[in-house]
């Protein structure tokens, strides 16, 4: 009920503010950057708004390559964050569906790296702040397992701890070619292993792993405070990896990937290039265990599983690549892939063309960086889904955020400290009174107000910190508000160029009339929801039955038509709730709600696109008629 | 003054609301999908390579760290994080560590004393000092 309260709150202030701000001019495109130096400028992007989170529209600052925006999170705060400019670009030009006006504002020379230090250094000291609450969480977490389990939690999410087959795994059947390649992955940790024996002499192994599993089970209430987790994470994968060298284990089943495509065939070239980075990561794995570093546990895991891997790849004469992912992602519906599959198909190919980059990358003749591994396998991993779930009907996984391999084993047996319940309680209290501190920081620094501190006016005051030659007033009127504000901007800065750049709809519709040869065919076609072929409806969007953004005489009369459907869905909805776990029923609530500014002219509602290529817009230029997306 | 009324009626709309009207909230789950699904993080980065990538995360943080007095030995620590984010897990060893760290001394404004004063505190190395005077002197 608080989620369609809030619907109906920030629909009335859209309306009225929708009518209150004039309509920009037709603007004039951008000049076109000039080679050579650097761009002195920034650019303010409008994002118009569109149903579900962005009803009111939403702002961001572009610098270089990179935009900067906030979003509000953890309920009322307000949190800056910086994306690439092309992935903010199709993520609201093509999936969101939304249109957005870049206001390009010149600075003097020198000013834009200062302009970008206003907003990198703000979203490093936030992200430090939000980093304490993520640490305190991680605690929380901990400690409410143990105080669970009493201790006894046997599940640490120790990152690549997932790689390594456990003692209880059935066997891998293998042929002789795959056992040869197992056997030279385990005789590379063999090898790393007698040579650590042979720096720190014989039987640190052993010794070491005695010492790490006394100090955890020693872990008593005075180290059960702050930073519990990472110490104890760190000390239990450092034991586990000293635990791995001393009695190597194959490559956990499922936990690489090694596609049957030409791209990871490996000519005699390729395998002499894997053996010099096979010799680096061991020669890592060997300095990473005499490391200082309090968490060379994690490093050393993810440095054997890749030895491993790279061992096998040599013998199999096939790129074996781990699978970065934790294991425990979500999945895609399959029913939301079968309604995009040409889409998917798209993305396929581009996934085939990172693929085939990040290889080149790796096997260039010049000097080895980690980072190129961890994008190959983060490429293989991504390619490997998409094609088996469009190819083989195997289930979507979400593909993963982490930037290197983070397989987390199910279960493992670690050592495990022995503490009282009653102490285990009262660091899990006090661990959580630390997290809602640390909350309570974080909102009381950044707190989210509709009108004074909102995503527009912080964007503004971080511009007002940098001598500009003019600084939009925050606190003028209405300046908090989106599209408002996107005229403050050309306003105050009477040089700024504005350029439109349109959204997926409005792009496909220009191609499509090109293409039908016939306006009206085109404009008949693609006003309905069940004929366009530039949208096909699906479960993140309102129920409605015709777009009213092209259509100005006619809304009121559309949404009158909408409005019967969203009502229509909801009732069904109502009746189908116990079926479809209430989805219907949100779309047409949420559709009567998004057809009612129609009534008043006013057209918030653009409908969704669930997957997109990068290349959207070449595609639509070079198709006459798009597949359904 | 021309929109006053507009402006008015819309501020007075605003005030009786406590809802969320500017602002979009962290993406939601749908979004989320169809982000991560169409353009995976190894998509887009090709305008730059990871390693150049990296120094600029490290120059960043370390610059941001310098200023808010960290010690070299604690900035180097938490750099864990910042080289898990560009895929880099052995940063000790990382030559483009070292690089971002002296060009993040430049952006943090220091001078060669006190380039001088984190190298000995954070190389192991002669190379690795000599990388941090080039990121100091050349950028990332």
Redesign the interface.
């Known amino acids: 009920m608080s989620h369609t309260r809030s619907l109906h709150g920030r629909l009335a202030l859209v309306v009225a503010i929708t009518l209150a701000v004039p309509r920009p001019a037709r603007a004039a495109p951008a000049p076109a950057e000039s080679g050579g130096a650097a761009p002195s400028f920034f650019e303010y992007l409008y994002a118009e708004p569109n149903s579900g989170a962005a009803s009111g529209g939403h702002v961001a600052i572009r610098i270089g390559e990179n935009v900067y925006h906030f979003q509000q999170v953890e309920g009322g705060i307000l949190r800056l964050f910086r994306v690439d400019a092309a992935r903010f670009d199709h993520s609201y030009r093509a999936l969101g569906n939304r249109t957005l006006t870049v206001t390009r504002v010149a600075v003097p020379p020198g000013a834009a790296e200062e302009l970008r230090w206003a907003f990198e250094g703000y979203r490093q000291r936030q992200d430090g702040e939000f980093g304490t609450l993520d640490e305190r969480r991680r605690d929380l977490d901990l400690l409410r397992a143990w105080r669970l389990t009493g201790g006894d939690h046997g599940v640490a999410a120790v990152a690549a701890s997932g790689y390594f087959a456990s003692g209880d795994a059935p066997p891998e059947e293998a042929d002789g070619s795959e056992e040869k390649a197992r056997r030279a992955g385990l005789e590379a940790l063999r090898r790393v292993a007698a040579r650590i024996e042979g720096e720190l002499g014989a039987g640190y192994l052993a010794r070491r792993s005695r010492e790490l599993a006394l100090t955890i089970e020693s872990l008593d209430e005075a180290s059960l405070g702050e930073g519990i987790a990472r110490r104890y994470t760190d000390l239990a994968a450092e034991w586990l990896a000293v635990e791995l060298l001393a009695d190597p284990p194959p490559l956990a089943a499922g936990s690489w990937v090694s596609l049957d495509v030409p791209e990871f065939a490996l000519e005699a070239r390729d395998r002499t290039r894997l053996r010099e980075l096979a010799d680096t990561v061991a020669d890592a794995a060997v300095a990473l265990a005499q490391s200082s570093r309090p968490d060379r546990g994690d490093p050393l895991l993810v440095a054997l599983a890749r030895l491993e891997a790279l061992e096998r790849s040599i013998a199999s004469g096939r790129l074996v690549l781990l699978d970065p992912a934790r294991g425990d992602e979500a999945l895609v519906p399959t029913a939301d892939v079968r309604a995009s599959t040409g889409a998917l198909r798209r993305i396929l190919a581009e996934r085939g063309d990172d693929f085939r980059y990040a290889r080149d990358a790796l096997f260039a003749p010049d000097s080895w960086d980690e980072g190129r591994l961890s994008r190959l396998e983060l490429a293989g991993a991504a390619w490997a889904d998409l094609a088996g779930a469009l190819e083989r009907g195997a289930p979507l996984r979400i593909p993963t955020p982490f930037q290197i391999p983070s397989r987390v084993a199910p279960a493992r047996a670690y050592p495990k400290p022995a503490l009282a319940p009653a102490v285990l309680a009262g660091a899990h209290e006090r661990a959580a009174r630390a997290e809602a501190a640390a909350l309570a920081r974080l909102r009381e620094r950044y707190p989210y107000d509709l009108v004074t501190r909102n995503c527009v006016t912080e964007l503004f005051a971080i511009l007002a910190t940098v001598p500009l030659e003019a600084h939009v007033d925050a606190a003028g009127a209405l300046h908090f508000v989106p599209l408002a504000a996107s005229h403050a901007v050309a306003d105050t800065y009477p040089g700024s160029r504005a350029e439109v750049r349109p959204s997926f709809r409005v792009r496909a519709l220009d191609a499509f009339e090109r293409c039908d040869g016939s306006a009206l065919a085109t404009d008949l076609r693609e006003a309905s929801t069940l004929t366009a072929h530039s949208y096909t409806p699906n479960d993140a969007d309102p129920l409605f039955l015709f777009f009213t953004d092209d259509a100005v005489a006619l809304r009121p009369l559309l949404g009158v038509l909408n409005l019967a459907v969203g009502a229509g869905g909801t009732v069904a909805g109502a009746a189908l709730a116990p079926w479809d776990g209430g989805t219907l029923l949100r779309r047409g609530w949420e559709g009567v709600i998004f057809s009612v500014p129609e009534l008043a002219f006013v057209s918030l509602r653009r409908g969704t696109i669930p997957f997109a290529p990068l290349g959207w817009e070449s595609d639509l230029r070079e198709r006459c008629v798009a597949p359904r997306t | 003054m021309k929109?006053l009324h507009?402006?008015l009626?819309?501020?007075a709309?605003?005030?009786s609301?406590?809802?969320?009207?500017?602002?979009?909230?962290?993406?939601?789950s749908?979004?989320?999908?169809?982000?991560?699904?169409?353009?995976?993080?190894?998509?887009?980065?090709?305008?730059?390579?990871?390693?150049i990538?990296?120094r600029e995360g490290v120059r960043?943080?370390v610059?941001?760290?310098v200023?808010?007095g960290a010690t070299p030995s604690a900035i180097l620590?938490s750099l864990?994080?910042t080289a898990?984010?560009?895929?880099?897990?052995?940063y000790?060893?990382?030559?483009?560590t070292y690089r971002g760290i002296g060009a993040g001394l430049k952006?943090a404004g220091q001078n060669q004393t006190g380039v001088d004063t984190f190298a000995a505190a954070v190389a192991r190395t002669p190379e690795q000092s000599r990388w941090i005077q080039r990121g100091f002197e050349q950028g990332v």
């Open positions: 929109y507009r402006t009626l819309a501020a709309i605003a005030a609301l406590g809802s969320s009207v500017a602002c979009e909230s962290f993406s939601d749908s979004a989320s999908i169809s982000d991560i699904v169409s353009s995976p993080v190894t998509s887009l980065s090709r305008s730059s390579s990871p390693e990538g990296y960043d943080h610059a941001a760290q200023r808010s620590a864990a994080e898990k984010r560009h895929g880099v897990s052995d000790e060893s990382n030559q483009s952006l």
